[in-house]
């Protein structure tokens, strides 16, 4: 049975922390920046890395010739694409090594093994979660890492959208799913809600003052580029720290993708997003718990009860999928 050592902090501060690292040793009470604790244990200097979707601020930087990059577009067409993007269009992007036209395991296999592969707000964009990790476990050597971070929907545009369940990992998996449904494109456009990154920790939602979903001209637009078979880019996915990991436990357990989670770290205080990493080819993981501890520990804002007005907030509006009728 493998070991997690929590973080040596007092019981207060433990749920705002909330680092389950896999090692011999205890790590101080400081957390550490964002880089850090997702590279945590990594080291960048003599592993082979893949880090998809790095456009201008990659976590781990090019030195030698271990560090490889992949995206959706070469970075010619990475640059068209958010040249009228002032927070990315003022960068200098980063040079692409593999681009990805359907699967990263084709697109990255001559390049294999990876020791480690990091993905930074990417797995929510993934049409096929299942054949994305099926995809990355081929990727990985034998004790290989996956580093994740990924928006905790309670903080994000995302607030109002219904969470990700199992029914449609399946679904999408069984579709064999290259680009997002044209409802998951109707839903994302319609419900996602326009608030500055990190005030909804300050204060409630204001669904009054906040932009419910965008233009119905904006809207129509989507429907019809989706009509046109293009790929229209949304977060097919959206979770809660203990969402995410229940629904990765089912994933690993229905399709035997040989995971474990070596490092968690829950969303705290002031921030929009949660640390993973997944090691292949081990096994031991006590899924239950870590997903009830991911849950119990979370943080909320302090101007939430904790009780049902919690749970409200994470379930978002609870109905189904938008409609794909028109605006």
């Not at 903080?155 to 109002?160: G, K, R």
């Not at 994302?188 to 500055?196: C, D, I, L, M, Q």
């Not at 880019?233 to 629904?247: A, G, N, Q, Y």
Request: net charge neutral; hydrophobic share 40%.
């Amino acid at each position: 049975m493998l070991r997690f050592h929590k973080w040596m902090v007092s019981k207060k501060r433990r749920s705002e922390v909330s680092g389950r690292l896999l090692v011999d040793e205890c790590r101080p009470a400081t957390p550490l920046g964002r880089s850090e604790s997702i590279l945590t244990n990594i080291d960048t200097q003599k592993s082979k890395i893949l880090e998809i979707g790095p456009l201008y601020r990659p976590l781990v930087k090019k030195g030698g010739g271990n560090v490889f990059y992949a995206d959706h577009c070469s970075a010619d067409e990475l640059v068209e694409k958010y040249k009228d993007d002032p927070l990315v269009s003022a960068h200098a992007l980063a040079d692409i090594d593999f681009v990805v036209e359907r699967d990263i395991g084709e697109a990255c296999k001559n390049a294999a093994p990876f020791d480690v592969v990091v993905a930074s707000h990417v797995i929510e964009h993934v049409p096929d979660l299942v054949g994305w990790m099926m995809s990355i476990h081929t990727l990985l050597r034998a004790g290989g890492i996956l580093c994740l971070a990924v928006p905790d929907k309670r903080f994000t545009f995302d607030v109002l959208r219904r969470s990700t369940t199992m029914k449609d990992i399946r679904e999408a998996h069984e579709e064999k799913r290259s680009r997002p449904p044209l409802d998951i494109v109707c839903d994302s456009y319609r419900n996602s809600v326009g608030f500055e990154p990190g005030s909804i920790w300050n204060a409630p939602l204001d669904l009054e003052r906040c932009a419910v979903g965008w233009p119905s001209s904006v809207v129509n637009g989507k429907i019809a580029l989706h009509m046109k078979g293009c790929y229209v880019d949304v977060h097919c996915s959206v979770f809660t720290p203990w969402e995410f990991l229940k629904i990765v436990s089912s994933i690993v357990r229905d399709y035997k993708i040989e995971f474990s989670v070596r490092y968690f770290r829950n969303t705290i205080r002031g921030e929009e997003e949660f640390h993973v990493q997944m090691v292949k080819g081990e096994a031991g993981t006590d899924w239950d718990s870590l997903v009830n501890e991911a849950e119990s520990n979370a943080v909320w804002p302090d101007y939430l009860p904790p009780s049902l007005l919690r749970r409200g907030m994470a379930l978002g509006r609870g109905g189904s999928r938008c409609s794909i009728r028109p605006a």
